[in-house]
């Protein structure tokens, strides 16, 4: 299988997949969805009782959402992960109880009246790991309500939870055969205007194929032509695109799920290896 990057944005790539097949192109989208892990919030400890500003103020420790409503959007929130500085919580030296290998630490701290924001989770910490994008709403305090919370994000994969699923949108179309009958085609600036993806040209009486992986078999140009215009799909080239919600880059999401891949692929080898003995 070679590849081609056709665009790559930091949480956004597309890819030029070809003398590939359908089924080597669904597991990556699988290992993608499935199989990259990243960091997520797992536990949220909300402070109960009234809180103090610095001038003496006293709040209440209350907002208009249940704390599983806040803690179910923490949560989903995009935690900055780095493949390979963290292990799984399970699988640990510290047997589970969190530690700065498995686990990071934050804190939210804000009085209202105003929007809680993803930006006001602070990590106890590397200022490294906070979220990246700092808009994301997660409650709206009034007047006298507080939030005073600690968070604990750890490493999980999309199978477990959605929460830490680093991909979305990934999924891939096959590309496309054109052919073109040079003899029936009378008007051949009605096919360049007809197609929504730019993928034809108009040179004299001619129509020509200017950007065939552009076409994304709509087949309005085989119906306008009575059949003058052939396009099928090629399964043997596919153009693959996804993104990620900030959490990884579209390339560091790419190389775990192909070293994911690989190492799955070598598992699977040494079971049938031993079918072999």
Request: proline residues 5%.
């Amino acid at each position: 299988m070679k590849v081609e990057v056709v665009e790559q944005r930091p949480t956004r790539a597309k890819l030029l997949l070809t003398e590939t097949n359908p089924a080597f192109v669904n597991a990556l989208r699988r290992a993608l969805l499935a199989e990259v892990p990243k960091m997520a919030i797992d536990s949220v400890e909300f402070h109960l009782g009234p809180i103090m500003d610095e001038a003496g103020a006293e709040y209440e420790s209350v907002s208009p959402l249940f704390d599983e409503i806040v803690s179910h959007r923490l949560g989903m929130l995009p935690i900055p992960t780095e493949p390979g500085l963290y292990t799984f919580r399970a699988s640990c030296t510290c047997g589970g109880e969190g530690c700065p290998s498995c686990t990071i630490l934050y804190s939210l701290n804000k009085k209202g009246p105003g929007m809680v924001y993803s930006g006001d989770l602070e990590p106890l910490g590397d200022a490294k790991f906070k979220v990246r994008d700092e808009r994301i709403p997660i409650v709206e305090l009034g007047e006298r309500e507080a939030i005073l919370a600690y968070a604990t994000a750890e490493l999980g994969v999309g199978r477990t939870h959605g929460k830490w699923q680093a991909v979305q949108g990934a999924g891939y179309r096959y590309g496309a055969k054109i052919a073109v009958d040079q003899a029936r085609i009378d008007l051949p600036e009605t096919y360049v205007r007809l197609c929504p993806k730019d993928v034809f040209a108009a040179e004299g009486r001619k129509l020509l194929v200017k950007h065939e992986d552009r076409c994304n078999l709509c087949d309005a140009c085989v119906e306008e032509s009575k059949g003058a215009i052939q396009v099928e799909g090629d399964p043997t080239r596919i153009l693959f695109q996804f993104e990620t919600d900030g959490s990884l880059t579209a390339k560091q999401a790419l190389l775990e799920a192909t070293k994911i891949l690989e190492q799955r692929f070598e598992q699977f080898r040494d079971l049938v290896g031993e079918f072999e003995k």
